[in-house]
């Protein structure tokens, strides 16, 4: 290096230097805008430009003879100072040398063919012919086969009640059906549904917002909300699409959710989707809920929050599907008004069901349904229908059809269904005896299942409850793997009895430690004889599965 310098004459060197510094420094101003000029990467260049500017040979030559000792003296004085950013610095450069120098790349597209050219033709042949792909859905495990043995496959049904299932001869009872009231079989639902058929077709042909909205989607929702005494209703095309495009209308992130530990599936989707803020309190247990609203109320006044710049809900189900009890209505708005929450709850099982009229919950307690902000309820359980529908003022309503997605993106239901709802409220008008009915079969049920040796009846079910589960007895000594296999057991031999009874194992997303249980539904069409022969049957399937589990034990 130092024999290449000295061929350069001093003066050159220095001409050199000067004029390269004021070209560098004019053209750098002149494309550097001028907002620039106090950037501090542009002072510190130009400062750099002006010290380089004055330069010598000489001392250019003493600087690069001793950068080595230098740049040594340099790095010890950071060490002693900083010794961190010195380790993460080096290993950085270790990393981009490791990179850059001894990394190895392979192309897939050329490393397989250069193994291919190293494979005979022989070769090539015996792997395609023994290549075995990975299967598209792993085997079952013990526990899903056994879940699919005891499945059943309905294959026939009957107005009385009655369906064929499949390996099993004659009829039998259906104690799992929704349809409380029977009004799927009555013959003035089914011409209303040929008619609209032959008018209509099947489709709609699109969302509601669009082109897929029909006369008797309009006219369902009038004649709920005048049925209910609400300003106005929404309809869905999906029960469980109802319930979670409803939830994720009113909720979104930065919200609060307060929600029952045992509410069916349709709401927890609906809530995880809205991605509020989310808590649950112990199953229709109201002293649980006031504790956590005053837990939240001690924080918001800890903090200095203003409750009324959070939206907040309380939600929940009427008549809830997965334990057959009533939700303490009068207690929960007295909290929500105490607390300053909205309600929403879904009341599918206690339409039809519960109240005078069979309006729900809020008539079983005779409390006006203007003093519950959102309710909504599916079609599929009373109204001999499909689809989900959400009662309240202009605003709830108005407000869903632009954020409910259930109602913006799918398409609306068929014209058929909402003309079968239609005909099945006026049906439920004109025969206020058939939710008497319910009542009187729910009650007998009730009594009845209570005398089951080895069954006890779920939680603190009201007799009224049209829906009812009965669990293996808390004081027999099974795990819950083994109560689930009781549970199994009982729904599959009253089958093979004549009764078609429900086994609710619930899931690993459920929230709550719901113990596996029979569900047996009373319906309106129940006669006295058929509710002694259904207890009977289900009791001797019981007796049957313990004492197979209790010799299973040995």
């Not at 929704?178 to 009004?183: A, H, K, M």
């Not at 005909?423 to 299942?449: D, F, I, W």
């Not at 409850?465 to 027999?476: F, G, R, Y």
């Not at 009874?501 to 319906?523: E, G, M, N, V, Y």
Request: net charge neutral; with cysteine.
């Amino acid at each position: 290096m130092s024999s290449i310098l000295s061929d350069y004459s001093k003066w050159d060197y220095m001409f050199f230097t000067r004029m390269w510094a004021q070209v560098t420094k004019h053209l750098t101003k002149m494309m550097v805008p001028s907002s620039m000029h106090t950037n501090p990467a542009f002072e510190t260049f130009i400062w750099f430009v002006e010290r380089t500017e004055n330069l010598t040979l000489e001392e250019v030559k003493e600087l690069i003879i001793h950068f080595p000792e230098n740049y040594r003296v340099w790095w010890n004085n950071l060490y002693r100072e900083s010794p961190i950013h010195v380790l993460i610095e080096t290993g950085l450069v270790l990393f981009i040398f490791w990179l850059i120098f001894i990394r190895r790349t392979v192309d897939p597209k050329k490393a397989s063919k250069q193994n291919l050219e190293k494979l005979t033709p022989q070769e090539v042949d015996w792997l395609v012919k023994t290549w075995q792909p990975e299967p598209l859905v792993p085997d079952l495990t013990e526990q899903q086969i056994e879940q699919n043995a005891g499945m059943v496959c309905v294959t026939g049904t009957s107005r009385d009640g009655y369906i064929t299932v499949e390996g099993i001869k004659g009829q039998v009872l259906n104690l799992s059906s929704f349809d409380y009231l029977g009004l799927s079989a009555f013959d003035s639902v089914q011409r209303k549904i040929q008619d609209a058929l032959n008018k209509y077709g099947c489709g709609s042909c699109g969302p509601r917002g669009f082109y897929g909205t029909i006369d008797v989607h309009l006219q369902f929702e009038h004649d709920i909300a005048k049925f209910m005494g609400t300003e106005e209703a929404i309809a869905y095309s999906d029960s469980a699409s109802g319930a979670t495009s409803t939830i994720t209308a009113f909720a979104k992130k930065g919200d609060l959710l307060l929600m029952d530990e045992a509410c069916h599936e349709a709401i927890r989707t609906g809530v995880n989707l809205s991605r509020a803020t989310v808590r649950t309190y112990k199953h229709n247990d109201m002293k649980d809920l006031q504790e956590i609203l005053e837990g939240i109320a001690a924080e918001d006044k800890k903090k200095g929050r203003d409750v009324l710049q959070q939206r907040r809900f309380i939600v929940t189900e009427g008549l809830f599907r997965n334990t057959g009890e009533i939700c303490k209505l009068p207690a929960l708005l007295k909290l929500k008004e105490k607390f300053f929450y909205r309600l929403i709850m879904d009341d599918s099982q206690a339409f039809g069901t519960l109240g005078k009229t069979g309006r729900g919950t809020a008539e079983y307690f005779g409390i006006p349904i203007t003093d519950l902000e959102i309710v909504m309820f599916a079609m599929d359980a009373t109204l001999a229908s499909v689809g989900g529908v959400c009662i309240g003022t202009n605003e709830i309503v108005d407000h869903q059809r632009l954020s409910g997605p259930g109602y913006c993106f799918s398409a609306s239901a068929c014209p058929f269904l909402s003309a079968a709802a239609s005909q099945s409220l006026k049906e439920l008008e004109a025969h206020p005896e058939l939710v008497a009915q319910v009542t009187a079969n729910a009650k007998a049920l009730y009594t009845g299942a209570r005398a089951i040796k080895g069954l006890e009846i779920k939680g603190n079910a009201d007799e009224a409850s049209p829906i009812l589960h009965l669990q293996v007895s808390s004081d027999l000594s099974f795990s819950k793997t083994e109560r689930k296999s009781i549970i199994m057991h009982i729904a599959k031999k009253a089958l093979e009895l004549g009764t078609a009874a429900s086994s609710c194992k619930f899931s690993l997303t459920d929230l709550s430690s719901l113990a596996p249980s029979i569900r047996i539904c009373a319906t309106a069409h129940l006669t006295p004889a058929q509710i002694k022969k259904s207890l009977a049957d289900v009791a001797a399937a019981t007796a049957e599965a313990l004492k197979a589990a209790e010799k299973g034990r040995k």
